[in-house]
């Protein structure tokens, strides 16, 4: 799907700001279904509500954003296009950093996050034959296809899990270069399969069997890592009483 003639004749004036704009702006509104308001956006961006303001200008110039009053702003459909073409281009890199060149899942991020800005529409498809037409990029976050279209696995966080409940990792957050750097020493990587075999009470974290080892894990990283549950585990049929699954999904927390 082409872009509209509008952002054709605009795209000369896209610039890595714009681009990492759109793309902050897809993930807050895709983690809400909200408007995304300036104080958010300027939390997400590390900037001041001031200086939002005038990029959403800037945006709104250009098609990408509308403002809904008193509340935010969302994306225009060329806007959301564009948000995923720059994502397709991180999650490429990150994928060809990671496995072609062998760089650690901790440090391709902040390479991708320069190169996502200058990648031709050549290179990036290139880039995607080389390396089979990936579905995911090393943290398991979703690559959208050549038609910008991008298809979320249904998850949940493993904090909320209970003992006896079993699955497959399939996602983390990339924001946290020490998180990653945590897991990779651990061994555990997206794909694993896993069970949980107890959860100590009052917020304490979970233990947890990848492989042939244990691991205790909670707070911040039991929050960041998503999975997938295996549908006939015992505690989903069963649950301990007053237990209740949560089956609705929850964005990850990552920067691209």
């Not at 872009?3 to 807050?28: G, Q, W």
């Amino acid at each position: 799907m082409p872009y509209s003639n509008a952002m054709a004749a605009k795209d000369l004036l896209r610039t890595p700001a714009v681009e990492d704009y759109s793309k902050a702006i897809f993930s807050l509104q895709s983690r809400s279904g909200e408007p995304v308001s300036t104080n958010a956006l300027a939390k997400r961006l590390g900037i001041t509500p001031g200086s939002v303001s005038a990029m959403l200008k800037k945006l709104d110039e250009l098609g990408l954003i509308t403002h809904a009053p008193y509340r935010g702003v969302r994306l225009t459909a060329d806007g959301r296009r564009l948000a995923l073409e720059v994502i397709r281009h991180h999650r490429l890199l990150e994928s060809f950093l990671a496995d072609l060149l062998g760089m650690p899942w901790d440090r391709v991020h902040a390479e991708a996050e320069v190169l996502e800005h200058v990648l031709s529409e050549d290179l990036e498809e290139l880039i995607a034959t080389k390396l089979g037409h990936p579905t995911v990029d090393p943290h398991g976050d979703p690559i959208p296809n050549a038609d910008l279209e991008l298809e979320e696995r249904s998850t949940r966080r493993l904090e909320s899990l209970q003992a006896g409940e079993e699955g497959i990792f399939v996602r983390v957050s990339d924001a946290d270069p020490e998180m990653l750097r945590y897991l990779a020493g651990c061994g555990i990587s997206p794909g694993d399969h896993f069970v949980v075999r107890e959860r100590q009470p009052f917020g304490g974290p979970l233990f947890v069997v990848f492989g042939e080892h244990e691991h205790a894990i909670g707070g911040q990283l039991a929050g960041a890592m998503r999975v997938e549950v295996d549908q006939t585990s015992p505690e989903l049929a069963h649950g301990p009483p007053g237990h209740r699954v949560r089956t609705h999904e929850e964005p990850v927390d990552g920067r691209d």
